[in-house]
Each structure stands twice: as structure tokens, then as C-alpha cells.
């Protein structure tokens, strides 16, 4: 990147020699990085309670603990330079440039910026948020649910959900069971595997890169996402949730368990933010291409619709390929 003057005088505070500075300034520049590594810093600083943040220019702030005053900034690489000033002796020391969440967090729980009880995926799933409505390990179960009445007395459907946090890109990896409670037992009737990406943390190269990483087909979804809501992606940011499967056990099939399962599932993106749900309505792909298959693909295709359909989904088709179908949760909540 171009080392200009006011970089210099900007950054220099941070810095023990203004060739350290210049070597660190080398390194190539990205506004997405230094968006993720500051927003990460925020997260546990906010997230912490034995510390306290005050933030000084854009990119930069003071973090006060027990001990330090730790004034940090985030260089245009999104790597993180800082000094410590000892409370007590008022000495400056401790300069350290750090690349990558995992070094930074190390360093964090090093100088009492947080407690070690804040675990690293607490913090990036704030991080992906926005703000704290998960641990580590999310475990949700609806106390809303829709009742329903059999010659088995009552019942309703529940989910309850675990997500995990992606260790290459700040995604999470979900999955639901779909929980069929009655008066006298839970029985499991089948699952929900789905991902859930911010959009606000990736740029569409990265959120592409995300979904290929994890199969073809979530690639074209995305894909197929970000090209018919092109529009609302660039003015606010929004966060999505991909749903990669739903199955019901064939001796569930035929009840409404389903569709109340569904139902449940956008509950829980309303408790998360999230703002939309996408999805490819077609079965799983068999390694038949035969006529025969091919004609039951089509039905299945057009049964499929017709059910999501009926929850509120919108179907949408891009250059005359297989259609997918998109849930505005916000407007569910209305």
C-alpha cells in the first residue's frame, strides 16, 4: 500500500521507531480485515467485565484494565499494533504488532482484557451478531409453539438447535432437532441442517468463497441470492440463514410436523436477526439421470414450491435455472 504522511503520523504513536511503523504499513490493505479485527476487539472489550473501552479516532481506542491502559489501533491490514501504560508507574512498554483473531484474542486474555472464562467463540459470535445472543454452544428450545391435538391427546413440535461457530470464515454451522413433545415423552421426528451467514462481516467474494467451501450447491445458492438481492446486500448488510435440510421421518410424514417445524425455525432467526431464509426447493440429488428421474424431479420440484409457498415463501428463477425460494423474516414479524 502507498505509505503516505498522515498514515505515518497516524499510526506512529503505536510504534517504538519509525522503521518498525513502515514495515508494518507494507503489507497489503483490507477494509474488511481491519473491519473484522476491530469489531472482534469491541466484542471482547464490550463482552468482558473487567475491563472498560473508550474509543479515541476511527480504528483506535483505549482499553483500561486492573493494571494497563492498553491504547491499540487496527493498521489497514487488519493487523493489530499496541502499547500498554502501567496504571501505578505510568511506563509506556509492551509495544506488540499481532496478526490474526486467534493471536489477538491470546493476547487479550494476557493482559486482563477479559478472563479466560470468555471463551474465543463467545466473542466471534458476538462478533457476528452484533451483539450477545449466543454461547459457544447455542441451545434453544421455542416456549411458543403451535399445540397440536390427536387421538393421542396433546402435543406440539418444538426445536431445539446447536450452532458452532466456523473456525475458516465467521459463519455459523446449525442444526435443529425437531422434537414432537407430548403429554408423557419427547420423541425426536427428524432434523434441520442450515448455516447462517452475516453479510456485514463478508464481502460477496467471501461469501461465495464460504458457501463453496462447504458444496457446490450452497455455492449456487448463495450465488443466486446475492444476484437477486443485489440491492438490499449493498444498502444494509443483512444476515441470511441457508437451509441445506429438512427431513421428517417417513412414520412422522403426512401430519403438519413439518411445516411447524419451519415455523419454529423462524422464531429462532427472529431471536438471532437474522433476516432472511433461503433455500433451493428440490430433493436430494441421486446419481440417477435417467428420463424416469428426471420427470420425478420436476414433481418434486413443483410439490416442494407448493409447500414452501404456503409458509410465505417467494420463489425467484435466474436465467431459466432450477428456481429457489426466499422467506423475508422481518416482514413475518410484522
Request: one cysteine or more.
Amino acid at each position: 500500500m502507498k505509505i503516505t504522511e498522515e498514515l505515518r503520523q497516524y499510526y506512529l504513536p503505536y510504534f517504538q521507531t519509525m522503521k518498525d511503523l513502515e514495515k508494518a504499513l507494507f503489507f497489503e490493505d483490507s477494509a474488511l480485515n481491519q473491519k473484522k479485527a476491530f469489531a472482534f476487539i469491541k466484542s471482547a472489550a464490550e463482552k468482558s467485565l473487567i475491563s472498560s473501552i473508550r474509543y479515541t479516532k476511527e480504528a483506535t481506542g483505549v482499553i483500561s484494565t486492573n493494571k494497563y491502559e492498553v491504547h491499540f489501533a487496527v493498521l489497514p491490514s487488519g493487523d493489530l499494533v499496541y502499547y500498554t501504560v502501567n496504571k501505578n508507574t505510568k511506563k509506556k512498554g509492551n509495544y506488540h504488532r499481532v496478526m490474526q483473531l486467534e493471536s489477538i484474542y491470546n493476547h487479550l486474555t494476557k493482559l486482563g482484557v477479559i478472563n479466560e472464562s470468555t471463551g474465543f467463540f463467545d466473542i466471534l459470535n458476538d462478533m457476528v451478531f452484533g451483539e450477545a445472543v449466543l454461547k459457544s454452544s447455542f441451545m434453544q428450545k421455542a416456549s411458543n409453539v403451535d399445540s397440536i391435538t390427536n387421538e393421542d391427546g396433546w402435543s406440539s413440535i418444538s426445536i431445539t438447535s446447536s450452532m458452532t461457530v466456523d473456525l475458516e470464515f465467521p459463519i455459523l454451522n446449525g442444526s435443529s432437532q425437531i422434537v414432537l413433545n407430548m403429554e408423557d415423552k419427547e420423541i425426536r421426528v427428524g432434523y434441520i441442517h442450515f448455516r447462517i451467514y452475516n453479510s456485514y462481516q463478508l464481502s460477496r467474494f467471501e461469501l461465495l468463497d464460504a458457501a463453496d467451501a462447504l458444496s457446490g450447491d450452497e455455492e449456487w445458492l448463495m450465488s443466486a441470492f446475492l444476484d437477486a438481492f443485489e440491492e438490499e446486500i449493498e444498502e444494509w448488510s443483512p444476515k441470511c440463514l441457508t437451509l441445506d435440510r429438512i427431513l421428517v421421518e417417513p412414520v412422522y410424514r403426512n401430519k403438519g410436523y413439518g411445516k411447524l417445524a419451519i415455523k419454529e425455525l423462524v422464531k429462532l432467526c427472529e431471536i438471532l436477526g437474522v433476516d432472511y431464509i433461503v433455500l433451493k426447493p428440490s430433493p436430494v440429488e441421486e446419481a440417477d439421470f435417467s428420463d424416469k428421474a428426471k420427470a420425478q424431479r420436476k414433481e418434486d420440484i413443483k410439490r416442494l414450491v407448493s409447500f414452501y409457498d404456503q409458509l410465505g415463501f417467494d420463489i425467484y428463477s435466474l436465467n431459466e435455472e432450477e428456481p429457489f425460494m426466499v422467506l423475508n423474516v422481518n416482514e413475518q414479524c410484522e
